[in-house]
């Protein structure tokens, strides 16, 4: 990703002039000499107060190998976008190098997407197939041990970085799940996290669907290629007769912003409005701070009823499907009120092969409607208790079960596919009889 040209300067700039005012007063200014009192927004006399504390630092503290330039500036640059929100963090080199690796596709962890909720670095989703999901990790889980040693107060990033490892090692993670109050402890293997997000492409068994034609897709994050695998599976399935579609982003964390508007767009006219974002102008054009992505002219499928499933773990990009197609009226959103992931975080390399990641504007709904922790509120709330999504998560994970958990999940139900199903044949029905009276 590249860093725009005047932002190239200021960074240029604040790093010369913090360097350049170290040296300045490393050798020319006392401790014990007074400095005017900084005022609140004056960069120079600030850079004053920092620089002056480094030295400080530099020629008292206790253990010498801790107080190198790096390490202090590095530390206190994790404190300043720490101290911004959960979102915003600084990326020594090896970090930024393994978001990469990340954002390419494939990755080697635990497969779980993680941020910070009320404090507590929490589990948003664990990706299907993946080794955290295998696990039985938890949408809300609250991570407070990696090989027990506590992350209270260690950054998101940092925790990442723990989570981190090569493909094959082994990592214990211990675990509180607010709904039980159970603290539980997972020893699970790393492997390379392939990231598949277009799964389960089908028509609902008539045991579910009756004799409707129902298709069911379930998107499981929004990566580079998901938008044409959605189509893909549209298309199948429209082969087959489909008469309605549920679109199941329950647990999905979100991903790229164009993949997840180019799933929407699927089904909203070409023009109208997805998703709008406001933040400072200074990142963006010069006279705006928001921008705007709308429905692009391509093959729509607008044929058929939708209905979209959320739940807590729907985040980010698919909450930006769920947003736009609910105010856009082109699908019933069921479930539960979604994470309340809707920030936008651009990265910014900086010359040592380090980045930051800023939280520089937020998304709205196409009614404006904040995201950003507030979630999408579904139009039909179908809650699900945990002791049944934990039933069904067992059946999706694929483990082979032993006798305890297949009496465990013998009665596992998925209440909110069957209301989905329900809204779906009365929408089609009520479309049949006003269709039959206009005649």
Known sequence: MNLPVSLKKNVTVFFCLLLCAGAVFASSAAPEKKVPQAKEDDAFSNIQIFTRVMEIIRRHYVDKEKISYQALTYGALKGMLGALDPHSQFMEPDVFAA?????????????????????????????????????????????????????????????????RGEVGTPVILTVLRPATDEIKEFNIVRANIKLDSVKEVKLLPPEIAGSEKIGYIRVTQFNEPTSKEFEAALQKLEKQSMSALVVDLRNNPGGLLDTAAGVAGKFIPAGDLIVSTEGRASLRSP???????????????????????????????????????????????????????????????????SAIRLTTAKYYTPSHREIHQHGVEPSVFAPMSRDMEEKLWLLKSGAPLNNEDKKFVSDACDTQLERAVFLLKGIRLYAGRLHSSNR
């Open 287 to 353: 006279d705006s701070g928001a921008s705007v992505v709308r429905s692009v002219h391509e093959p729509k499928h607008l044929g058929y009823p939708v209905a979209v499933l959320v739940n807590t773990g729907s985040a980010s990009g698919a909450e930006i499907v769920a947003g736009a197609l609910k105010d856009s009226k082109k699908a019933v959103v069921i479930g539960e009120t979604t994470f309340g992931k809707g920030s936008v975080q651009s990265v910014l390399p900086l010359p040592d092969q």
């Open 99 to 163: 978001m990469k690796e990340e954002t390419e596709g494939e990755f080697g962890g635990l497969g779980i997407t993680i941020s910070v909720r009320d404090g507590w670095v929490t589990i948003v989703t664990p990706m299907e197939d993946t080794p955290g999901f295998k696990a039985g990790l938890q949408s809300g889980d609250r991570i407070l041990r990696v090989d027990r040693k506590s992350t209270e107060r260690l950054t998101l990033g940092e925790v990442v970085k723990r989570l």
